[in-house]
Structure formats: structure tokens, C-alpha cells
């Protein structure tokens, strides 16, 4: 038999779960939305101000892109999410289209041996991306 007090505790145990549940989705809609807004507004600038050419991480998604990092370039991030070093002029990275997140490209090829999800985000990709 289930007490009073024991049951209470479940049902609000359950309402804390429900509003957590609720507050998750909220912020990935609010995120996704957010996505999509930049990446209307990125289409409509039609590129950089300077004229600079975009660098691979804000083009459309595609295939696997790997490719050299050059901090001239625009990149956003200066630092491998797996290894935790920073990116050198020079050095191969990798872009996941799923996310354009990118990684040294032996790290990332490494953590992709293991998982089929980005290690920064862990968004999923295809079955294409893990090679």
C-alpha cells in the first residue's frame, strides 16, 4: 500500500519532470528558430560586408568537407572541440554538415570511429559522415 506522503511526492516528482520536459522543447524550438532566422538573414546579405569569401563552415550543408584552417578566413571557433588545442593556420580540419561544427580531422576521425554523433553538440549524422 502506497502512503499518503509517498504518493504525493511521486505526483510532484512527475510535474517536475513534465514542466522539465516542457522547458527542453521549448529551448529547442527557440533555438532551431533561431537557426533558421541567421541562416535567412546570412542568405539575404549574400556573404560578408568586407567581401571576404565565407568559409566553409557557414556554406550549405553537403557532404564531409575537409579541408584547411586558416584563421584569416572567418572562422568563428580557434579551438578543436575534441582535443581542446587550438587550431593553427594550416592545419586539415573536417566540417560535420549536420551541425557545422569542425575538428582537427584526425580527432574528429577518431571520436566518429566510436560514436556517429557530433562531440560537440552530439547532433546525429548520416551514415555517409562517419567515414
Not at 584569416?72 to 566540417?95: F, K, N, P, Q, T
Amino acid at each position: 500500500m502506497v502512503s499518503h506522503g509517498s504518493a504525493a511526492a511521486m505526483g510532484a516528482f512527475a510535474i517536475v519532470v513534465l514542466i522539465t520536459l516542457l522547458f527542453l522543447r521549448l529551448f529547442h524550438e527557440k533555438r532551431k528558430a533561431e537557426q533558421q532566422e541567421a541562416a535567412a538573414a546570412e542568405e539575404e546579405a549574400g556573404g560578408d560586408e568586407e567581401g571576404q569569401q565565407q568559409p566553409p563552415a557557414e556554406q550549405a550543408a553537403g557532404p564531409p568537407l575537409v579541408c584547411r584552417y586558416r584563421r584569416a578566413d572567418g572562422w568563428r571557433e580557434r579551438s578543436c572541440g575534441v582535443c581542446l588545442s587550438e587550431l593553427a593556420d594550416g592545419e586539415i580540419i573536417r566540417v560535420l554538415p549536420a551541425c557545422m561544427h569542425y575538428f582537427h580531422a584526425a580527432c574528429v576521425g577518431e571520436w566518429l570511429s566510436a560514436h556517429h554523433t557530433c562531440p560537440l553538440c552530439r547532433a546525429p549524422l548520416a551514415a555517409a559522415d562517419t567515414t
